[in-house]
């Protein structure tokens, strides 16, 4: 492997790469070596035209741009020399000549790489005292983004994300020099479905989304790693929350599941998170205490096992591979067969989205639960996760136990109704389509009394006085005893994930 | 686009290994049918090309000498750059102005001719030079510039 | 119309006749011997002859050109591609343009000569879309070729010497004569220049190895090659060999082209276009098109080659020189200088695209008696922030122009910011 020095460190780095791509590789590009960039994007091809990356090369009379600069063995770079100082203010001073010094009244403002890296590279003051280029204000894209011109630095990231990541290709730079502008083709909208990436991978305040724009200050937020939950795939997200609300989702980079991207579906979806929620616990489809609740539950599964009647459990593709684990336990200690669960299904593409819409249906496979949208006949008790399996399918249960959190019409039939919390109120692990194990974080405290699956089902065990069972729950512990118990999962726990997650063996 | 234009410009794709190489040539042809290329035009243009409409509109206003809106039947384009400014260009694309009336960029109200300035025509050893539909007016001076303005129809 | 240098040589020796445009004339007059050579020499004998004549670009660089063709790999796995750059645009020059009007056929066997020498299969011809009349006859010309069997299959004869020119025409965009620029639009793109690497003999037009070179560049190549190194290499300098078409714009009395050697003094050059107009005095000369920083009356002296002028902050460029008498105001100088390259960069590079905007206000600020001694210092300090930083040398050419204006006319800048207006009332006029 080529090394390659960087103001003095010695850094071994992969073969063919940039010198800009290989400090990304290893995780330190602007964390631990800052070489500021704007045109160069992890996942885009190289433009080579903000020329903010160039770095002294050892040998080269000239600065290099460190984004094309392919790495040779014992390559020395210098960063720290007053003339890649002088060429970044240069570039900052000249950036910022067209651009609106209206920070205060920008969206962007907070996590924009102009304003960062005018403080950290820049100059102190401005020296032109020409009028700004106008250009159009508060441009309407399409369904989901505003284009303010006058902030584009014409860095070309969003004209190369729609050509090569949804190869849609709406957006081009239009006339050239000074004039050029970024621009719709005359009479169409960005319109895709991965259109929201263009305002993540957006410098400035340029792009930004309608659905989040002007909503909060973003030094209001703080960023929750976790995973979205609208499919299969597993996209890594960081949830954007203040005051037990969420903003937004933005994508996490995850070079496995998702690059840096998010469908906007996906994105969107941290909206349906607190709709229609299931908020009261009922006993034959009565108001009662979350407690009482509990006991009626394990009543239930008691008196059918002195009774001899049967139980069955119902799984969820949506719930965690924990809540998942303790279904399985309670069902093998009342000596039920193992559940089945059901999986709504949809369009998928090439990039993203897959035909699962639910985000952990390979986690129920792994631990050992069945596809199946069969009825499970007449039965005594059914522990059921959700609604996903249809409605009539239940219609022989005697004593149907619901955990959900959407209030569905089978809450309404559910003689035992107990609202669960939602994957943004718990913490747990999705299994996605690729069989890799992803975290997810409580980003919000629930509103109402809610628990866990897991949690609720720990408790109903303990009630129905199974051997062992309390009434304690911590789901790291489960976490741990699912990755000693079920195979594949060995060493991958709460404890273990990092957060770009891990696969099954 | 004419199915006339669209068979010439079939014709040229075998002289490029990839088809795009021949868009420049393509987009004359078109222009050559109504004076300008417009969204409809480049969205046909992409189409035979497999290309994006946007990526034809890139091209179509990187370029001087593509028009994406309706031009005068006639163009005049005077050069300013320095060899023939030196030798009086703007003061006669001045006194043009004057004559038709209308400023540099702008078309006569009847349609009748577009001026405009131009940069270096490569006729800097018979400057001031002005091209006129397409062919050069070299050696000019200010009776002769109106002369020629004059005579188009 | 020019039909011929006022000072002719081996390459415009024939130019006032109209017979020499055409493919028997050429011959009759010894077109053809060059390429007939050639082609009983093995290529890469041929590649080593050119680059010891010392032949240098004629395009603005003055690269040797045998070198060039070194660079471009050898075997036959993938096709190899010529490209005519005729795309001049540079302010200041007409020289190609005279070329392919009256003696299309002298670089289209400069054409042909490097195509064996390199292997290359095809050439494309790109001349800037104003250029009709020279579009008109160098597809005139490269007709001509084909029914004479010198394009087309085994060329002379010759197994294996297959040769396919296109006439491909540009559309106004001075940044398409940089190679890399006018291999994007030649794509069907943009002409926005690429960065390097990869250079164009690795991965050029369509990805395939190209080289690059501009028309007086092919043209020189049958004389060379028909009359021997030791012909060529007494002409002109040491390190620049031959003749070039010398281009005088401006105020002189005689604007036009003179064929000279290389190395020929700016002063006899100017003597040659007659003098300054009108017997005024000489205040400064560009000597090698726009891009070029000027020379002062004590320049005169210096020899036209670039070694020469390059020891005066300067360079050869194109060889167009553009003359200004003692009534000329620098700052429009500046002005429209600075108009030119805001207008046309290609507006990649943030340095270039805003520099050169930035650049062009400040100017015509300053000229319009709107200064102040602030602009002066960004004057000076902008051009630093965009040498030598951006994919191609368009901003260094937008660059070194206001530096050398500053540098050889800071009293005019600073006439300006004092008066608050233009004191050169018998300037050209803005």
């Known amino acids: 492997m080529p090394t390659l020095t960087i103001d003095g460190t010695e850094y071994e780095v992969a073969e063919g790469r940039m010198i800009l791509q290989a400090i990304d590789d290893l995780g330190l590009l602007m964390s631990g070596v800052d070489i500021p960039h704007y045109c160069w994007h992890p996942k885009l091809s190289i433009d080579g035209s903000c020329r903010m990356c160039q770095v002294e090369v050892e040998g080269m009379p000239k600065l290099q741009i460190a984004c094309n600069t392919l790495v040779t063995d014992g390559m020395v770079v210098r960063t720290d020399v007053e003339r890649v100082k002088k060429a970044q203010r240069g570039v900052m001073e000249l950036l910022l000549i067209n651009h609106p010094l209206d920070c205060p009244i920008c969206d962007q403002a907070g996590e924009c790489t102009l304003q960062d890296y005018a403080f950290d590279y820049g100059m102190p003051g401005a020296r032109t005292e020409e009028p700004r280029r106008p250009a159009k204000k508060a441009m309407d894209l399409g369904p989901t983004i505003v284009f303010d011109q006058e902030r584009c630095i014409l860095c070309r990231r969003c004209v190369r994300f729609c050509r090569e990541i949804p190869k849609t290709g709406e957006l081009g730079v239009f006339a050239r020099g000074d004039h050029s502008l970024l621009e719709l083709f005359p009479g169409t909208e960005l319109d895709n479905p991965y259109s929201m990436n263009v305002a993540d991978i957006c410098p400035v305040g340029a792009l930004t989304t309608k659905d989040f724009r002007f909503k909060i200050r973003v030094w209001f937020l703080d960023d929750v790693e976790s995973i979205c939950n609208q499919c299969s795939n597993g996209c890594n997200i960081y949830a954007s929350r203040s005051n037990n609300r969420i903003y937004r989702y933005l994508p996490r980079r995850n070079d496995s599941v998702n690059d840096t991207w998010i469908c906007d579906h996906g994105r969107l979806s941290y909206q349906l998170i607190m709709e229609n929620r299931l908020t009261e616990p009922r006993v034959s489809r009565r108001g009662t205490s979350y407690a009482d609740a509990v006991r009626a539950a394990g009543d239930a599964v008691r008196a059918a096992r002195e009774s001899g009647g049967s139980i069955v459990g119902v799984a969820s593709p949506f719930v965690g591979n924990e809540d998942l684990f303790v279904l399985k336990q309670l069902l093998e200690a009342v000596g039920a067969p193992a559940a089945t669960f059901a999986v709504p299904r949809g369009e998928s593409d090439e990039l993203l989205v897959k035909t699962e819409k639910a985000p952990n ?8 639960f069945e596809e199946s949208d069969a009825s499970p006949g007449a039965v005594a008790v059914a522990l059921v996760l959700g609604h996903t399996l249809a409605e009539e399918c239940l219609k022989g249960v005697e004593t149907l136990i619901l955990l959900d959190t959407e209030n569905c019409s089978l809450a309404e039939r559910a003689d035992i109704v107990l609202p669960a919390r939602s994957f943004a109120e718990k913490e747990g692990s999705f299994t996605n389509h690729a069989k890799r194990v992803q975290r997810f974080r409580p980003i919000l405290e629930p509103t109402f009394e809610a628990l866990s699956e897991g949690e609720i089902l720990q408790r109903i065990g303990a009630a129905a006085g199974l051997t062992g069972w309390t009434a304690s729950y911590d789901v790291h512990e489960v976490s741990k005893r699912l990755s000693e118990t079920v195979a594949g999962f060995d060493g991958i726990n709460l404890d273990s994930l990092d957060d770009q997650g891990c696969e099954l063996a | 686009m004419s199915p006339e234009t669209q068979r010439k410009i079939e014709a040229l794709f075998p002289r490029y290994p990839e088809k795009r190489g021949a868009l420049l040539p393509a987009i004359y042809l078109v222009q050559a049918e109504k004076g300008y290329v417009g969204p409809q035009d480049a969205r046909a243009l992409a189409e035979l090309f497999g290309l994006e409409p946007v990526d034809v509109w890139e091209v179509l206003t990187f370029y001087n000498m593509f028009y994406t809106s309706a031009q005068g039947r006639h163009h005049v384009y005077v050069c300013t750059n320095l060899p023939c400014s030196l030798r009086g260009a703007r003061t006669l694309l001045k006194e043009l102005e004057s004559h038709l009336g209308i400023r540099c960029g702008q078309t006569t109200p009847d349609g009748r001719v577009t001026l405009a300035h131009e940069e270096c025509l490569g006729s800097c050893g018979t400057a001031p030079v002005m091209r006129v539909d397409g062919e050069y007016v070299e ?12 005579s188009l129809e | 119309m020019i039909t011929q240098p006022y000072i002719t040589n081996y390459l415009s020796e024939h130019y006032a006749d109209d017979a020499y445009r ?25 590649v080593e002859l050119v680059k010891s004549s010392g032949l240098r670009g004629r395009g603005g660089a003055g690269f ?29 020059s007409f020289k190609d343009r005279l070329i392919m009007e009256r003696g299309p056929h002298q670089m289209l066997e400069g054409i042909l000569i490097g195509a064996w020498a390199v292997g290359a299969s095809k050439t494309y011809i790109y001349i800037r ?3 009709k009349v020279p579009t008109r006859r160098v597809e005139q010309a490269v007709k001509e070729l084909y029914e004479r069997g010198y394009l087309g299959q085994k060329i002379l004869g010759k197994k294996g010497f297959d040769h396919d020119i296109v006439v491909h025409s540009g559309a106004g965009a001075y940044i398409c004569g940089e190679e890399t620029g006018l291999l994007e639009s030649l794509e069907g793109k943009k002409g926005q220049p690429r960065k390097k690497p990869p250079f164009p003999a690795q991965y050029g037009a369509f990805g395939l190895p190209t080289t690059v070179n501009n028309v007086e560049t092919f043209a020189h190549v049958p004389f060379i090659v028909a009359r021997g190194l030791d012909w060529f290499l007494a002409i002109g300098t040491e390190k620049s060999p031959g003749t070039t078409l010398f281009g005088v714009s401006g105020q002189v009395e005689r604007p036009g082209l003179f064929e000279l050697p290389l190395g020929t003094p700016l002063g006899e050059i100017i003597d040659h276009a007659g003098g300054v107009r009108g017997g005024r005095a000489l205040k400064g000369v560009i000597p090698g098109g726009m891009s070029m920083p000027i020379l002062l009356p004590e320049d005169l002296d210096v020899r036209m080659a670039e070694e020469f002028l390059s020891e005066r902050g300067t360079h050869l460029g194109t060889g167009g020189i553009m003359v200004m008498d003692e009534t000329t105001c620098m700052v429009r100088v500046a002005a429209v200088t600075s108009y030119f390259f805001r207008d046309e960069s290609c507006g990649q590079c943030t340095q270039c695209r805003e520099g050169t905007g930035w650049i062009h206000k400040i100017c015509e600020r300053v000229e319009a008696g709107r200064g102040s001694p602030a602009d ?8 630093g922030l965009m040498e030598g930083q951006t994919i191609c040398a368009f901003a260094d050419a937008a660059a070194w122009p206001i530096q050398g204006l500053l540098r050889h006319f800071r009293a005019d800048f600073e006439a300006h910011i004092a008066a608050q207006r233009c004191p050169f009332p018998e300037s050209f006029e803005l």
């Open chain 3, 376 to 383: 002066l210092e960004l004057l000076d300090d902008l051009p």
């Open chain 2, 139 to 150: 050696n000019l001076d200010l009776s002769e510039a109106k002369r020629v303005v004059d």
């Open chain 3, 64 to 92: 040797s050109t045998g070198l060039k063709w070194s660079f471009m790999p050898s075997g036959n796995d993938r096709p190899k591609l010529f490209v005519c750059n005729a795309d001049e645009s540079e302010p200041g």
């Open chain 3, 129 to 131: 879309g104003e250029y």
């Open chain 1, 361 to 368: 249906a390979s986690g129920a496979r792994a631990l050992g």
């Open chain 3, 22 to 46: 055409e493919l028997s004339g050429y011959e009759a007059r010894g077109g053809f011997e060059g390429l007939r050579k050639a082609v009983q020499m093995e290529p890469a004998d041929l």
